[in-house]
């Protein structure tokens, strides 16, 4: 290469510096670097001028760099996500003569750098310096791990002085101040001298840790002498006479565990640790795990059951003192409870006849052909002990959790609940080894451990709520243990053993099915649990909450009335959830107010009513939609369902000159704004049936959702976008009464929807009297109470001509009737 000036493209490198006759390699990822390395791939010498930075920046500019770097040439290139990786070749040193930002990149005119050499490259002083580099870097090479015969080998290949400083400089670990300063270093034998004092300091680090090692090896051998010094303290205080309350606890735990009805399998490992704990020093850590799980198998309830007295009268008692409404669940539940009963009823008979054939029985062999029917059965061939796992699903605060602990209240067991919202590893529900560190037992072995008993309840509580990490899924883990056909020979990781958890009574909890993966589904059993009416959470206050929260704030009655016109105005202008637990806390807010009201005496007694509420709580912090006052062109009323509760919502359409676009607006998901289109394009192929003017394709249509800052989606909204755009298109109005959902399809079917319940009742609290539904969702109509169905007008609909009929009274087109005589509307009757 000649001393010529070369313009090259310029790489920064952060914390790196690349020597001359070395290979490195580097990752690549700001836009300016790469279009340097791309520039230079395509050239036929492929050099780049590689130079470090003088500070850390993420953009580098010409003021950033040194002056000398290292001329390089590209050798292999990959590419990856967000950048390439490549492996530079510094073939010289480079002196940067101006560096300039061309093409969005950097460029430098470099000029190769010349090497500084002895007047006398045999003297025996310079050869000497070489040499004793080359001896101290073999040495360093040795005390850091390296094969000796590939450092040899490499070190022998470097004859020249300038290249063996430089290969040796790469090698060490120097920060990148250091490194440059040898880069920038032209003299040849002041380089061999300045890396010759890095080797030496690094020889010297080395050296002082091997001392370190030996210290502290000889510091436990201390510590084995100390152990060996209290072993014979103890024997000393044992001939002074003195307790042993360690030895004592030990011996205890071994009678324990002696008394444990263990499998064969558990038997034999328990012995073998018990063997293994007398042979272990008691300050070894070996010791501590062993004795840990052995404590853990002797608190585990192996054969401890809860007598079960399934009373199906006092269960129902049970279920109706601790939980109002919810009648489909206590149903469900008491169906569970007979079928339950039913069991233990039988095999309490085949027990009795069992015992009765086997007292008849003379000679050993009737006996052994008369006890074959009661042996125990293979894995898989106890049907009558597969109990189903419950999941109930609903809303936050409708009662999922409670109602599982007046289940074991009402069967006699014990109740443990285990909470899984956040569980990312799968130890937490198979435990670690025992081989870590801090092992302990999952939270399945731990639930167990703290029942006490083989069969409570135990309560999985926000099923819904797991994640996964690098660590496992704990959904997966909880495969195992919801399968009756697995689950007793359930193993955690800690115990290592198979544990029988199939008289365990299973119930989990979750708010969204969809956040439940299928294979974990598919072993439960769903019980779903929907949102409260208004009337039931009145009932529920004046019943539970008002009297807790007297209680809990130690007020009497006569110091506080709460009326019901009160309480009603708080649930709908202080709440808005399916459940009950924002209404108790408001409540709670309520008498915090009066108690310190009669606690300094201000008032005696406070009777709260609608009026006084305000004053108590502040203004109202929700403000509930209400039924448009009157009938407008391009506004239809629809219907929504959301884990707090149903409510109408207002679509709104306006017709414009334009190009025939449509434009949607509200934040609406995909498959609202599908719901959408589909309605235009119905409207557009129904032109002529509806008397929609012919020359559309000149104007735009806009449908908006309030409120535009609430995410909405979801198929239920398609029949109220098809109206209000028909509405808008054709000037008629929409009547202001009455509310509608459903999908809608491009022929104009209207398909069934989800959350009836939830909508009407919606509805019905924003003063709706007339609803548009789905004639498959009629049947949904059966969830909802009479009372309420009494002071609705319901049409079930099959297609978008039904809807518009009863939508848009003035709409006069062909095609477009009601059911029956073309002119009348049929209202569905409440169910009897």
């Known amino acids: 290469m000649s001393n010529e000036p070369l313009h090259l493209p310029v790489i920064p490198l952060r914390d790196v510096v690349i020597f001359p006759g070395v290979k490195t390699v580097i990752s690549a990822g700001r836009p300016g670097t790469l279009k340097a390395i791309r520039r230079a791939a395509k050239s036929d010498e492929k050099l780049v001028f590689a130079v470090s930075q003088r500070v850390n920046v993420d953009e580098a500019a010409p003021e950033t760099l040194h002056t000398i770097g290292t001329i390089a040439r590209i050798g292999q290139l990959q590419r990856f996500a967000g950048g390439v990786q490549l492996l530079l070749e510094g073939d010289r040193r480079g002196i940067a003569m101006r560096i300039a930002e061309k093409e969005d990149h950097l460029e430098a005119v470099v000029r190769p750098a010349e090497e500084m050499w002895p007047a006398d490259t045999d003297d025996p002083a310079f050869l000497g310096l070489q040499r004793e580099v080359r001896e101290r870097a073999a040495e360093l090479a040795q005390k850091a ?359 365990v009574l299973f119930v989990a909890t979750a708010n969204f099915v969809r956040q439940i993966p299928a294979p974990l589904l598919d072993r439960m059993e769903v019980v779903e649990f929907s949102g409260y009416t208004e009337a039931e959470k009145l009932e529920i206050a004046r019943r539970y909450l008002v009297p807790r929260q007297l209680q809990e704030k130690a007020l009497t009655e006569e110091q506080l009335t709460i009326e019901d016109t009160a309480i009603q105005h708080t649930i709908s202008h202080y709440t808005r959830e399916a459940g009950v637990r924002q209404l108790e806390r408001e409540l709670g807010k309520l008498a915090r107010k009066v108690a310190r009201k009669v606690a300094t005496e201000e008032v005696e007694s406070l009777t709260v009513t609608e009026e006084n509420v305000a004053d108590l709580l502040g203004r109202p912090k929700i403000h509930p939609e209400r039924a448009a006052a009157r009938e407008q062109v391009g506004i239809a009323t629809g219907l929504y369902y959301t884990p707090a509760g149903g409510d109408i919502m207002f679509v709104e359409a306006q017709t414009m000159a334009g190009k025939g676009n449509l434009v949607l607006t509200g934040q609406l998901g995909d498959v609202m704004k599908e719901s959408a289109r589909a309605a235009w394009s119905f409207a557009l192929s129904r032109a002529g049936e509806l008397g929609i003017d012919e020359h559309m394709g000149d104007k735009d249509v806009h449908i908006h959702v309030p409120a535009g800052a609430v995410p909405k989606d979801g198929p239920s909204a398609g029949v109220t976008m098809a109206t209000a755009l028909v509405s808008s298109l054709t000037g008629l109005p929409v009547r202001n009464d009455l509310a509608m959902t ?91």
């Open 145 to 503: 791990g390296l094969p000796p015969d590939i450092v040899s080998d490499i070190l022998a290949g470097l004859e020249d002085g300038a290249r063996l400083a430089d290969q040796v400089a790469s090698h060490l670990e120097l920060g990148a101040g250091d490194k440059q300063m040898l880069l920038e270093t032209l003299s040849v034998e002041d380089r061999l001298r300045r890396v010759l004092v890095h080797v030496q300091r690094q020889i010297a680090v080395f050296d002082a840790q091997s001392d370190i090692k030996s210290r502290v090896q000889q510091e436990l051998g201390d510590r084995q002498r100390e152990m060996v010094l209290r072993e014979q303290l103890k024997a000393i205080q044992q001939e002074l006479g003195e307790g042993d309350e360690d030895g004592d606890a030990l011996d205890e735990l071994r009678d324990t565990l002696r008394n444990l009805e263990l499998n064969e399998t558990a038997r034999k490992e328990v012995d073998r640790e018990l063997r293994r704990l007398t042979r272990l020093n008691k300050e070894s850590m070996e010791y501590q795990v062993a004795r840990g799980f052995l404590e853990v198998i002797a608190e585990l309830p192996w054969n401890e059951r809860s007598d079960e007295d399934v009373d199906l009268l006092r269960a129902a008692e049970i279920l109706d003192a601790d939980h109002y409404a919810l009648g489909d669940v206590k149903d469900r539940v008491l169906e569970f409870l007979a079928v339950s009963r039913l069991h233990a009823q039988r095999e309490a008979r085949e027990a009795a006849l069992a015992k009765e054939a086997a007292a008849g029985v003379e000679d050993e062999e009737a006996a052994e052909t008369e006890a074959a029917p009661v042996a125990p059965a293979v894995a898989g061939e106890d049907v009558t002990k597969k109990a189903p796992i419950l999941l109930f699903v609903g809303p936050p605060g409708v009662g999922k959790t409670s109602i599982a602990r007046s289940i074991a209240r009402a069967t006699g067991r014990e109740y443990v609940r285990v909470a899984l919202g956040g569980a990312r590893d799968e130890a937490d529900i198979r435990g670690h080894r025992r081989t870590y560190v801090g092992a302990m037992p999952g939270r399945i072995i731990q639930g167990m451990r703290q029942a006490g008993k083989r069969n409570p309840l135990f309560l999985l509580d926000e099923v819904d709520k797991l994640g996964a990490s690098f660590q496992g899924d704990p959904a997966s883990a909880l495969l195992e243990v919801l399968d009756p056909a697995q689950n007793h020979t359930f193993v955690d990781h800690y115990l290592g053993l198979p544990f029988d958890l199939s008289e």
């Open 742 to 832: 459903g999908e809608l399809t491009l022929s104009g079917r209207v398909l069934p929807i989800g959350g009836v319940k939830e909508k009407v009742l919606g509805a019905v609290r924003a003063g709706i009297t007339t609803i548009i539904m789905p004639q498959e969702n009629e049947r949904d109509l059966e969830d909802i109470p009479p009372k309420v169905l009494e002071t609705l007008t319901i049409y079930p609909v099959e297609d978008l001509n039904q809807v518009l009929a009863y939508a848009i009274p003035a709409l006069d087109a062909t095609g477009l009737r009601a059911p029956g005589d073309g002119t009348a509307r049929h209202a569905l009757a409440p169910p009897s």
